[in-house]
């Protein structure tokens, strides 16, 4: 019998699902803008309403996992489905909410309700897809994330320009709303079902592995996306507790492999499956350079030059749009040039941020935001080539059944190279801010070049892992040519 062929719904079903992942990411960002505006309306403090963007970091990369190894365990549509629903009513709560307290929760379980939803876009696309296809679905995937990650000031300062004050705020939440519904609607009708099984909650999902890895992540988040009200300072134990709570996760999941049972992330990805814990790092030491960039343009453009937030936004549109059109475009060409897009990529990002670096000391300060549209042009086409090239690599040997697991893995990884990066780049250009006399060209400068070094590590280790698969291509070759002069001796 022969094999079926590719759904014909894929690539609107692809489109249905990044669009709700699109929102998802957005709202990593998108709410910095309205900070002044909730603390003014709700009349609290700035340590307070800080959690409402700390708080969704946490829970997204908390959950990610969790919600990847249940999308393999009871289907990618129905747990998309879901968490779809969710993040749609908690986004409608955050807007709605009269006090901190109540968008403090909304917000932390906005967050869970993400986190459950990210990891089934990347497990429905190995599902789907199949060969260069899946280049391509995966480029636009990279191009969802880089244009998520730089367009939410953008959007959440045109928002709040044209709701105006006090309730204008409200409406970063609200415009969730009736994009999500739609998106659930559309999901019905055309993501697949995949074949219900049988499953037992006892055997199927690993419960304590669960809360292990829990403990880890928030061991390690906590600190991190607490920084600026001096989480490191007072949280600092909780690295120590990570690393103990990390050991015997990996223990555990041995254990329960060994018993037969499956777990919440075998471990075999990282030992077994060629390219995935190199890329995993990877991507996790990129994100620590790139994502961490946005607060400090940020700074300098609102604190520094005095731009409103929308102004502050469009600045650094140029990278977000190139990386946008690269990613989709370098998607497509992964199957032909495979880990030399990740390393050319990772390249151009670097030169991108020494450029700025520089261009910010010889220009006016006045000039600022238009004289570093081409390096961030540039930065954009390299980081577009990065994430859809790393990605694909990244999960193409995965197994199906592990998809969801191993893409929500793979984000978390991203998520603390997120707050890793955002704690050290910010760190480096308040106390250069600080130290000079608040010259804030030199503090963007030094905090780009500490970006392009963190950079630069996931290069080193991008040229290691390219290197690696020449190896292994030259070695098959030998033993495919042996072969054939041993066949053609019989």
Known sequence: ??????????????AVTLTAGFMTLLDVSIVNTAL???????????????????????????????????GDAFGRRRMFLIALAAFVATSALAGAAGDPATLVAARLA???????????????IQDLFRGAERGRAFGLFGSVVGVST?????????????????????WVFYVNVPIGAVAFVLALRMVPTSQRRKI??????????????????????LPLVQ???????????????????G???????????????????DTRLFTNTPGYASGAAVGALYFCGFSGIWLVFALFFQQGLGYSPLQSGLSVTPFALSSAVMAALAGRQVPRFGRRLTVAGLGLVIAGLLLV??????????????????????????????TSSNTTLTLECVPTRMAGAAGGALQTGQRIGTAIGTAVLASVFQSVVAGSGHQYPAALSAAMCCAAGLTCVALVLASFELRARRRHAGLSEEHHAARAAADAHR
Not at 227 to 245: D, T
Not at 358 to 375: D, E, N, R, T
């Open 36 to 70: 002044p505006s909730i603390q003014r309306d709700l009349r609290t403090g700035a340590g307070t309403i800080q959690w409402v963007v700390s708080g969704y970091a946490l829970t997204f990369g908390l959950v990610l996992v969790t919600g990847g190894r249940l």
């Open 1 to 14: 019998m022969p094999a079926p062929g590719p759904d014909p719904r894929r690539w609107r079903a692809l």
């Open 150 to 170: 730089a367009v939410g000031p953008v959007l959440g300062g045109a928002l709040l320009a044209v709701f105006g004050d006090p309730d204008g705020w409200r």
């Open 200 to 221: 037992r909650l006892r055997t199927e999902i690993d419960f304590v592995g669960i809360a292990v890895l829990a403990v880890t992540v928030l061991g390690v988040l």
């Open 247 to 265: 050991v015997l996760f990996v223990w555990w999941e041995r254990h329960v492999v060994a018993r037969g049972r499956a777990p919440l992330l």
């Open 227 to 245: 920084s600026e009200q001096g989480g490191l300072r007072r949280l600092w134990w909780l690295f120590p507790v990570a690393a103990v709570a």
């Open 357 to 386: 670096a520089l261009v910010v000391q010889l220009v006016p300060a006045s000039f600022a935001g238009l004289a570093i549209a081409a390096p961030l042009l540039l930065g954009g086409l390299g980081g577009g080539m990065v």
């Open 110 to 124: 906005q967050g869970c309700a993400a986190g459950m939803l990210t990891p089934q876009n990347s497990g429905l």
